[in-house]
């Protein structure tokens, strides 16, 4: 016996013996003395096994005595909650002199257990990770995938809410983009939006210093008076871990679960699902990128054809209740390009889209080249019809935007297609119509109206007048400007605002502007040749034909034909060349300059004053409009704003003023008190033909004149 107990004594593993009816320990080896002992040299023996074993005052209500067999050992697990430790527990019964025992052997399992929870909380990890990246795979609406993730990150840590945040560097803001909430919790996005970065303040330096925000227990660790208190507090968070979201090293979010009653601490999850939601998201916003790409026009940033055919196939019957079309196609396009290039056209396309898109949003596709349609579901009569009237008038407002249009609305619409064709024939009567228009009763198309103006030039059927401009200072000519005119049929002169907008918007105007040049060049070079003094002439050119391509090298050749240098050549452009994308005028305005040609700036103050313009390019004359002159001596604002202009050019090294459309002394003296230095109008005399003006100012031509 004995030697039993010395062997007994030798194991590492705690032995025991107790009586099964008294509970008395009646014999311990060694390691059970050493494990169960509180104090040095402690007698065990003859004490309760529940009393030192499990600290309890009566019989453990899971004791296993009643199971016990002589045969075979009862083998069971339990945690000592006394000890702290989880042991394996192998009990059996022994009789010795008619005495029931308990015979116990409980190995210390502690170590293997944590490696075991270990084990399966690490197969949970890889479990959670897997799931949700087969959630990214899967899912291919990237809400609903990473909301499905959140859920699957909050069950795992029995959170109560798992959420995304995406910070906003340049904005400096943070929003709740994604949440996840446990049955029975209030979701707290809505309320989490546009958060200032400078409140998550200790956040992103936690961030930066440790990988990740831990927070146990929220009233022992962040001030209650702070605003991150207050607000984590309201949410009902107690405690929470928190992993940042990177993006080449930057912090570009967060993802987080609040109270988690599992794993707290362990922010492996919330790093790896951060890293996988990260990649998923860029994927994902390529990928809508791309298919914005594919449905969007990528010069006017319009819906394209894909894009209409896509709305149309997804317009569901209800939608075709209440159902406005509109059908827009762009006059002259084609010639435009032809003409002007490709960059002109563009500008055209770019201004209509802009138009069609602040009025109807999305509803506008480009569906070809030239052609735009507006689908508008769900608007009534008089919401459509006003806005058909603001298109029509906005596009009647921007310079070059010549459309026709077919605008139709229907109560409720069967068949969609059948009702844009519908659109599209009206488009065309319109198109029909604005050509017929445009010709005065006879139907003919575009290249009719150009053969028409170019017999018209050879035939002499358009006439080039001249009115002086005198200088204010002297009273002597200081030039003349060219105006064009054209004979009717009946041998009456029609003004140039008759005919201008229509071979405007037939792009056919550069045909006048250069027959006018041609007539003053060759003046000129009489002038040159025959007269006693010479003065410069402006000519009027369309903003369409400031625009062509290599017109500087064009006018200049024009000059070099009759020998007639730039500098007796005055460019006059109107204030609306606004309208002119601003770096293409500077560089034409440029190269004019350079060539030596004058360039001015007409009708300024006819509509507003663009100052702006003055200081970007280099105009050596700045020509009062006649609306300003007319007013000058009735109405105090035109004379302040007369003698302003005037003071500006005067301060502008350079820039001479001309007032137009003098037509009284009183006027003239006006602006002879304002240092005007130069003055055109029918108080010095009518635009008259170029054969009456050189009869008044050149008389010694008179005798040898053509
Ligand atoms: P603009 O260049 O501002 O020309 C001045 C206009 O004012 C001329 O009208 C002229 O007849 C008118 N005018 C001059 N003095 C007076 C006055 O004392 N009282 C009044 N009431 N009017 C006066 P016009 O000739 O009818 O020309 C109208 C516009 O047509 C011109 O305005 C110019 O923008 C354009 N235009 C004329 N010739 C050409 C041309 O060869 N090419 C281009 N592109 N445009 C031209
Ligand atoms: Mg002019
Ligand atoms: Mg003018």
Same mark, same amino acid.
């Given at each position: !016996?004995?030697?039993?107990f010395a062997?007994?004594?030798e194991?590492?593993?705690?032995i025991y013996v107790?009586?099964?009816?008294t509970?008395? &320990?009646?014999?311990?080896?060694a390691?059970?003395?050493k494990?169960?002992?509180?104090?040095?040299?402690?007698?065990?023996?003859g004490r309760?096994?529940? $009393?030192?074993?499990? #600290?309890?005052? %009566?019989?453990c209500?899971?004791?296993?005595?009643?199971?016990?067999l002589?045969?075979n050992f009862?083998?069971?697990?339990?945690?000592? =909650?006394?000890y702290?430790r989880?042991?394996?527990v192998k009990?059996? &019964?022994?009789?010795?002199?008619n005495?029931?025992?308990?015979f116990?052997?409980a190995?210390?399992?502690?170590e293997?257990?944590?490696?075991?929870? *270990?084990?399966?909380?690490?197969?949970?990890?890889?479990?959670?990770?897997?799931e949700?990246?087969q959630?990214?795979? +899967?899912?291919h609406?990237?809400e609903?995938?990473?909301e499905k993730? !959140?859920?699957?990150?909050?069950?795992?840590? !029995?959170?109560?809410?798992?959420?995304?945040?995406?910070?906003?560097?340049?904005?400096g803001?943070a929003?709740?983009t994604?949440?996840w909430?446990?049955?029975?919790?209030?979701?707290?996005?809505?309320?989490?939006?546009?958060v200032?970065? +400078?409140?998550?303040?200790?956040?992103l330096?936690t961030?930066?210093?440790?990988?990740?925000m831990?927070?146990?227990s929220?009233p022992?660790?962040?001030?209650?008076s702070?605003?991150e208190?207050?607000?984590l507090?309201a949410?009902?968070i107690?405690?929470?871990?928190?992993?940042?979201?990177?993006?080449e090293g930057?912090?570009v979010?967060?993802?987080?679960?609040?109270n988690?009653r599992?794993a707290f601490g362990?922010?492996?999850?919330l790093?790896?699902?951060?890293?996988?939601?990260?990649?998923?998201?860029?994927?994902?916003?390529?990928?809508?990128?791309?298919?914005?790409?594919?449905?969007?026009?990528s010069?006017?940033?319009?819906?394209?054809?894909?894009?209409?055919? /896509?709305a149309?196939?997804?317009?569901?019957?209800?939608?075709?209740?209440?159902f406005?079309?509109?059908?827009?196609?762009?006059?002259?396009?084609k010639?435009?390009?032809?003409?002007?290039?490709?960059?002109? #056209?563009?500008?055209?396309?770019v201004?209509?889209a802009?138009?069609?898109?602040?009025?109807f949003?999305?509803?506008?596709?480009r569906? #070809?080249?030239?052609?735009?349609?507006?689908?508008?579901?769900?608007?009534?009569?008089?919401e459509?019809?006003?806005?058909?009237?603001?298109?029509?008038?906005?596009?009647?407002?921007t310079p070059d935007?010549h459309?026709?249009?077919?605008?139709?609305?229907e109560?409720?619409?069967?068949?969609?297609e059948a009702f844009?064709?519908y659109?599209?024939?009206?488009m065309y009567i319109?198109?029909q119509?604005y050509y017929?228009?445009?010709?005065?009763?006879?139907?003919l198309h575009?290249s009719s109206? !150009?053969?028409?103006?170019l017999?018209?030039?050879?035939?002499g059927?358009?006439?080039?007048h001249?009115q002086?401009k @005198?200088?204010?200072?002297?009273?002597?000519?200081?030039?003349?400007?060219?105006?064009?005119?054209?004979?009717?049929?009946?041998?009456?002169l029609?003004?140039?605002?008759k005919?201008?907008?229509?071979?405007?918007?037939?792009l056919?105007?550069?045909?006048?502007?250069?027959?006018?040049?041609?007539?003053?060049?060759r003046?000129?070079k009489?002038w040159r040749?025959?007269? /006693?003094?010479?003065?410069?002439?402006?000519?009027n050119?369309?903003?369409?034909?400031?625009m062509?391509?290599?017109?500087v $090298?064009?006018?200049?050749s024009?000059?070099?034909?009759?020998?007639?240098p730039?500098?007796?050549?005055?460019? $006059?452009?109107?204030?609306?060349?606004? /309208?002119i994308?601003?770096e293409?005028?500077?560089?034409? %305005?440029?190269?004019?300059?350079?060539?030596?040609f004058?360039?001015?700036?007409?009708?300024?103050? %006819?509509?507003?004053?663009?100052?702006s313009?003055l200081?970007?390019i280099?105009?050596t004359c700045?020509? =009062?409009d006649k609306?300003?002159?007319?007013?000058?001596c @009735?109405?105090?604002?035109s004379?302040?704003?007369?003698?302003h202009?005037? *003071?500006?050019?005067?301060d502008?090294?350079?820039?001479?003023s001309? /007032?137009?459309?003098?037509?009284s002394?009183? +006027?003239?003296?006006l602006?002879?008190?304002?240092?005007?230095d130069?003055?055109?109008?029918?108080?010095?005399?009518?635009p008259?033909?170029?054969?009456?003006?050189?009869q008044?100012?050149?008389p $010694?031509?008179?005798?040898?004149?053509?």
């Amino acid at each position: !016996m004995t030697e039993l107990f010395a062997i007994l004594n030798e194991l590492e593993d705690i032995i025991y013996v107790s009586d099964i009816e008294t509970y008395e &320990l009646l014999f311990l080896n060694a390691a059970a003395v050493k494990t169960l002992s509180q104090k040095e040299g402690d007698a065990l023996v003859g004490r309760k096994c529940y $009393e030192v074993l499990q #600290g309890k005052t %009566s019989p453990c209500e899971f004791c296993t005595n009643k199971f016990l067999l002589r045969e075979n050992f009862y083998t069971w697990e339990y945690t000592n =909650l006394k000890y702290e430790r989880h042991f394996l527990v192998k009990d059996k &019964l022994l009789v010795w002199k008619n005495r029931k025992m308990r015979f116990e052997i409980a190995i210390d399992i502690t170590e293997r257990q944590k490696e075991k929870e *270990q084990i399966e909380h690490d197969l949970k990890t890889q479990s959670v990770i897997v799931e949700s990246l087969q959630i990214l795979d +899967q899912e291919h609406n990237l809400e609903q995938a990473i909301e499905k993730i !959140m859920g699957t990150l909050g069950r795992h840590h !029995m959170a109560d809410r798992g959420y995304v945040f995406e910070f906003d560097e340049k904005e400096g803001l943070a929003n709740n983009t994604y949440e996840w909430c446990a049955n029975g919790i209030a979701p707290q996005k809505q309320t989490l939006q546009r958060v200032p970065l +400078q409140d998550m303040h200790r956040w992103l330096s936690t961030f930066r210093q440790k990988g990740e925000m831990l927070i146990q227990s929220l009233p022992k660790e962040v001030d209650a008076s702070s605003a991150e208190y207050q607000t984590l507090h309201a949410q009902g968070i107690e405690s929470l871990m928190a992993a940042p979201i990177m993006d080449e090293g930057q912090i570009v979010g967060c993802l987080g679960v609040d109270n988690p009653r599992y794993a707290f601490g362990d922010t492996l999850l919330l790093k790896s699902v951060g890293y996988f939601i990260k990649s998923y998201m860029e994927k994902q916003r390529t990928k809508t990128y791309l298919e914005k790409l594919s449905l969007t026009d990528s010069l006017t940033g319009l819906g394209n054809r894909n894009k209409y055919i /896509a709305a149309l196939r997804k317009m569901t019957a209800d939608e075709t209740h209440d159902f406005g079309v509109a059908f827009i196609d762009i006059n002259g396009l084609k010639a435009a390009n032809d003409a002007f290039g490709h960059d002109y #056209g563009d500008q055209i396309l770019v201004k209509i889209a802009n138009i069609l898109h602040d009025i109807f949003g999305g509803d506008a596709f480009r569906t #070809g080249g030239d052609e735009f349609i507006i689908l508008c579901p769900g608007l009534s009569k008089e919401e459509f019809t006003e806005k058909a009237h603001l298109l029509r008038r906005k596009l009647a407002e921007t310079p070059d935007c010549h459309v026709s249009c077919g605008i139709a609305w229907e109560k409720s619409v069967e068949d969609i297609e059948a009702f844009i064709k519908y659109a599209d024939e009206l488009m065309y009567i319109e198109k029909q119509s604005y050509y017929k228009n445009t010709l005065g009763k006879r139907a003919l198309h575009h290249s009719s109206i !150009m053969e028409e103006t170019l017999r018209g030039l050879e035939h002499g059927e358009f006439l080039v007048h001249f009115q002086p401009k @005198i200088s204010l200072k002297s009273g002597e000519l200081g030039g003349a400007e060219a105006l064009i005119r054209k004979l009717d049929h009946n041998g009456d002169l029609v003004p140039p605002m008759k005919f201008i907008p229509l071979l405007e918007s037939e792009l056919l105007i550069r045909h006048i502007d250069f027959f006018v040049l041609h007539q003053v060049c060759r003046t000129i070079k009489r002038w040159r040749t025959h007269a /006693a003094k010479t003065v410069p002439v402006s000519v009027n050119l369309s903003r369409l034909t400031l625009m062509e391509h290599n017109i500087v $090298e064009k006018l200049s050749s024009v000059c070099a034909l009759y020998d007639v240098p730039c500098n007796l050549i005055d460019i $006059e452009v109107t204030e609306s060349i606004g /309208a002119i994308n601003p770096e293409s005028l500077k560089v034409v %305005s440029y190269k004019l300059r350079k060539e030596g040609f004058s360039l001015s700036l007409d009708d300024f103050g %006819s509509k507003y004053c663009n100052f702006s313009i003055l200081a970007n390019i280099e105009f050596t004359c700045l020509k =009062l409009d006649k609306s300003l002159i007319a007013s000058l001596c @009735i109405n105090n604002r035109s004379r302040m704003v007369a003698k302003h202009c005037i *003071q500006l050019c005067m301060d502008i090294e350079g820039i001479s003023s001309v /007032a137009e459309g003098i037509e009284s002394e009183q +006027q003239l003296n006006l602006l002879k008190i304002y240092n005007c230095d130069y003055g055109q109008g029918y108080y010095f005399s009518k635009p008259i033909s170029i054969y009456d003006f050189e009869q008044r100012y050149f008389p $010694e031509l008179r005798s040898d004149f053509h």
